[in-house]
């Protein structure tokens, strides 16, 4: 057997590594500063400190005010809040939500419950590209509607809403907007006021920050239920002792990316170019999946046609290559990803479909190392496929 000896990380939309900078701005808070930030004494004052220092730095960064940031678990407890919290809010001004039919199953598996609830949901159509038509959110708004929730950016094929234009759709009706903006947070410029809308959840793990925490933007004079009760922390509207390092590090890695966001996405946009024109000159019967101009620096994502997106992970996991088919939640299931379906892939090759995301610590060594262990693998696996053969037959038939 073939000894492993390269790693190749590309699985950033998953998950990123802690930032060894981030990682020292977040040690004292395990040690020396330990006190609770909601004590009264010195050693609650010294956390607190470090709260609210973290909760000024990223409100700055997104062009929010520092009240307006609530810190959470991540994004999915972020995307949970903003969803149930405003429809139990206002459900006696209606009972209607909107979403897209591409959204992260912190936002699909709350509407499934809102559903069971008495709520309506529609879901959002998108094209081919994975775009949401603002004309598609116009006719699907209702006097009852209360709620619009559209990610910023897609964490399986990439693809950038106009988040600006159908928040201000939403807004002509008097109806909230609510933008999942986990993917797109240090990868490409976010600012809520730019953007205008009245929620938008992020999480720190996936900006080179620690896991477990996140948080959810409210703008000034919105009002969701409680998320979680029994304390005064976050304007007693999230209850719980504040996690000090996590939130710390949340900062630190988030001030780093913005800092460096440009170079980085250039760089990280030239590796995966690289990749994405190698591919598609080097491999036949693929399909580049997502939007070529509105997409995020880092993702790549392709349907291999003939084969398993599985068996291809796996096979790729044996060469020391990490990437993931679909999202890292919803692999091991054995359906296609919803994302990929929405966007009108036939099933069979939905199943083909890999996601490779980059980080800003790969090289033009892995991107070629990737392409190819993927030729080769990819190779193999048609060769044993019974719809390549098939399909082989087809072609000399005709
Ligand atoms: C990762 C992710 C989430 C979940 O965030 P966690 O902090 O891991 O809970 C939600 N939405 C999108 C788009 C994501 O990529």
Sequence with gaps: MDKINRRVYLDHAATTPLDKDVLQAMLPYFSDTFGNANSIHAFGSAAALGVDGARRTIAKLLGAKPTEIYFTS?????????????????KDKGKHI??????HAALTASCAQLEKQGFSVTYLPVNAAGLVSPAELSAALRDDTILVSVMLANNEVGTIQPIRELARIAHEKGVLFHTDAVQAVGSIPVNVAE???DMLSFSAHKFY????????????????????IGGHQERTMRGGTTNV??????????????????????KIAAL????????????EFVRYNGDRENRLPQNANFSFEFIEGESLLLNLDLCGIAC?????????????????LAMGIEHAVAHGSIRFTFGKDNTQEDVDYTVDKLKETVGKLRA?????????QGVQNV
């Design 195 to 197: 953007l205008g809308v």
């Design 384 to 392: 044993i496929s019974p719809l390549f053969a098939e399909f082989k």
């Design 98 to 103: 909107i979403v897209s039919s591409v959204e």
């Design 209 to 228: 920050g620690p896991k477990g925490v996140g948080a959810l933007y409210i703008k000034s004079g919105v009002k969701p239920e409680k998320f979680m």
């Design 324 to 340: 993931s088919s679909g999202s890292a939640c919803s692999s091991g299931s054995l359906e296609p990803s919803h994302v990929l």
């Design 245 to 266: 390092p996590a939130v710390v590090g949340m900062a630190a890695a988030m001030e780093k990316a913005v800092t460096h966001l440009t170079e980085n996405a250039q």
């Design 272 to 283: 995966r170019d690289r990749f994405v024109q190698r591919v598609e000159n080097e491999i």
């Design 74 to 90: 991540g994004g999915t407890e972020a995307d949970n809040w903003a969803l149930k919290g405003t429809a139990y809010a206002k």
